[in-house]
DNA sequence: ACGAAAAACTTGGCATGCCATAATATTTAT
DNA sequence: ATAAATATTATGGCATGCCAAGTTTTTCGT
């Protein structure tokens, strides 16, 4: 066991997390400005506190240039989001909390969990694999499978597929496709596309519980979706 | 709805927890150095603290004369209780958490874990009176009923009753009583007693699966019991 | 392609919450 | 009445945040 946890705060848990997804977003280093708006902080603050996690060896800090985790804050990061995407499964599963507001309470807890407990609701749910908004839960060793998907909104007529996964950050979104029955796992299959980025007419669920929806702005590039098979990710086209 | 939760942070909710349960043992005002005790802190510390709390209005505070609770002070107590005790019966029910482990996790779960998940907890739980070490859990509006109880070890040869209530705060102890399959709800029957403040020896549980013990020091002054009601209690005697 | 304006980033000074230690004040007990 | 016990008040430290001032990098107009 490596020597863990040498000043680990909810701050420092938070930051970690941050950087982690906006890495994987663009593989570049990331900026003080987009970290600190991600977690509604000052670029001062943000700055400060970047030379603090420097120090601690969670971060390669390169004034100036940007910031990426080191091994050790990948896996603080790694296991924070382990553990809010257990407690988001938990919460919904064993406690029917609605889906748009297990979001907010794992933010919390997933800071204050001991490991023990961790386990024993990893255990409970059967080592879940994905939390309820499609995300993918990293496993007990801090492996984490991202599945390649597309957001809604570049798919095109004709196309089908599995509705996977929407972003858990907003719980307006959430309560709209809840209260529309829509939720990650079903199929679905692009009827129309209104051009001039407009909305798309997209088929929901098979058989007799089928349901048509236009979706169009930012819920159709939250909403991601796994591709079927017989149609190839598209490249550059125009 | 009053107007909550102006600057309440873990540490606030501690101290005042600290003090509800000191007051309610002696109706004398709580001292700074028990106080300081009780909380791991050092009296400096914690009368620095009691300033604030002062200012918030949470505590009545005669400096060198000790302190008390203001009624806002005691709610703020009795809903982080609230949420410790629903917390020990829900991890040790629902996630089989060993018993003597979930006072720890419960101490920091009680100081984030939101109204909304709290009443689903106690709604999934059936709104339970007493969590597992037999301490009683304050409804919903705060009202705590502390059933009359004494320590075993204030009982006398032939008393019987029923183990309902133990400390959560010592693991060793818990698992010591585990160990030996002794629980609250068990009733009870003291054979013997002796002399000198030693232990006593008493009977667990009827029929079959009875068991004797010699229960005696510190354990026996942590468990409680309710006499049956064929006996008084005891005043002063000797 | 160069220099100035804009944008991005860092630094410095300050505040708050909470804890510690050491020095001081008050109460109490002998 | 004084020593011992108890409580309080400095003073300082650490984590974390803010704002304002200063630096570096990028962009853009010519």
Redesign the pocket.
């Known amino acids: 066991m490596a020597t863990r946890d040498t000043?680990r705060?909810?701050?420092?848990e938070d930051y970690c997390k941050a950087i982690f997804t906006l890495e994987s977003r663009s593989e570049e280093p990331v900026?003080?400005?987009p970290l600190a708006a991600r977690l509604g902080?000052?670029?001062?603050?943000?700055?400060?506190?970047?030379?603090?996690l420097g120090e601690l060896g969670l971060i390669e800090?390169l004034?100036?240039r940007?910031v990426r985790l080191t091994a050790d804050g990948r896996m603080v990061a790694l296991e924070v989001i382990r553990h809010h995407r257990l407690l988001e499964l938990f919460l919904a599963e064993s406690l029917e909390m609605p889906w748009d507001r297990v979001h907010a309470e794992a933010e919390v807890l997933e800071h204050v969990i001991s490991e023990d407990l961790e386990q024993l609701i990893a255990a409970k749910l059967g080592d879940p694999s994905f939390d309820p908004h499609g995300d993918p839960i990293p496993s007990a060793e801090l492996e984490l499978h991202e599945p390649e998907t597309l957001p809604l909104d570049r798919l095109q007529q004709g196309d089908g597929g599995v509705f996977v996964r929407v972003s858990d950050a907003d719980p307006e979104m959430l309560r709209y496709l809840s209260e529309r029955g829509i939720s990650p796992g079903e199929r679905l299959a692009v009827l129309e596309c209104q051009p001039f980025g407009g909305p798309l007419l997209v088929a929901f669920g098979d058989g007799e519980r089928r349901s048509k929806h236009a979706i169009g702005g930012r819920l159709a590039g939250a909403m991601r979706v796994q591709l079927d098979a017989s149609r190839l990710p598209r490249g550059a086209s125009a």
């Open positions: 000043t705060s909810p701050a420092v900026a003080t400005n902080l000052t670029p001062g603050s943000v700055s400060a506190m970047l030379k603090r800090h004034p100036y940007g």
